[in-house]
T-cell receptor, first 112, second 110 residues
């Protein structure tokens, strides 16, 4: 079965640079969620989109923005990167019905 | 304040032992999900429980949702080294985002 696809899997950036993370949800899933997970932490919700509209907002910094496109893929744009942004970034998707979220393999972002 | 409290935080056992992981909250959830996560990988959905008192079984794993839909447990029978990982519970209210517990790190030694 098709799963959530994230790219890139690993990303190394320097402070103050920008980064773009991409997420391709499971086919026919209309909702995308972004999470940030630091070492030894549980996933922290950043933002979600339903049918291309922002549906919920969590602890996403103002330096970050995201959107969902007409093909339902989503991109997380991160600017003015800081050392503290180094983390695993997960995208999850869900379809109609219960709020079952299926996670992608994540993007490991390292800011140096 | 963590909305979902998981216990224990760490568990190290021998192959063949049984164990139970708890997920407790003072809030009511419309559904609760259990995930298993391996280092550097995304959480993998194990089960979703929706109805108070519901019990679901997945091979050697038994999941239970409390009658009041505020707590849940995961019981593993005859644990195997392949069960090693971080077990996360996550609660949802309606179609809102998930709130995760801190997780239980399970290590099963041969």
């Amino acid at each position: 079965a098709a799963g959530v696809i994230q790219s890139p899997r690993h990303l190394i950036k320097e402070k103050r640079e920008t980064a773009t993370l991409k997420c391709y949800p499971i086919p026919r899933h209309d909702t995308v969620y972004w999470y940030q997970q630091g070492p030894g932490q549980d996933p922290q919700f950043l933002i979600s989109f339903y049918e291309k509209m922002q549906s919920d907002k969590g602890s996403i910094p103002d330096r970050f923005s995201a959107q969902q496109f007409s093909d339902y893929h989503s991109e997380l744009n991160m600017s003015s990167l800081e050392l503290g942004d180094s983390a695993l970034y997960f995208c999850a998707s869900s379809g109609r019905g219960f709020n079952e979220q299926y996670f992608g393999p994540g993007t490991r972002l390292t800011v140096t | 304040t963590q909305l979902l409290e998981q216990s224990p935080q760490f568990l190290s056992i021998q192959e063949g032992e049984n164990l139970t992981v708890y997920c407790n909250s003072s809030s009511v959830f419309s559904s609760l999900q259990w995930y298993r996560q391996e280092p550097g990988e995304g959480p993998v959905l194990l089960v979703t429980v929706v109805t108070g008192g519901e019990v679901k079984k997945l091979k050697r794993l038994t999941f239970q949702f409390g009658d009041a839909r505020k707590d849940s447990s995961l019981h593993i029978t005859a644990a195997q080294p392949g069960d090693t990982g971080l077990y996360l519970c996550a609660g949802a209210r309606g179609y809102s985002t998930l709130t995760f517990g801190k997780g239980t790190m399970l290590l099963v030694s041969p």
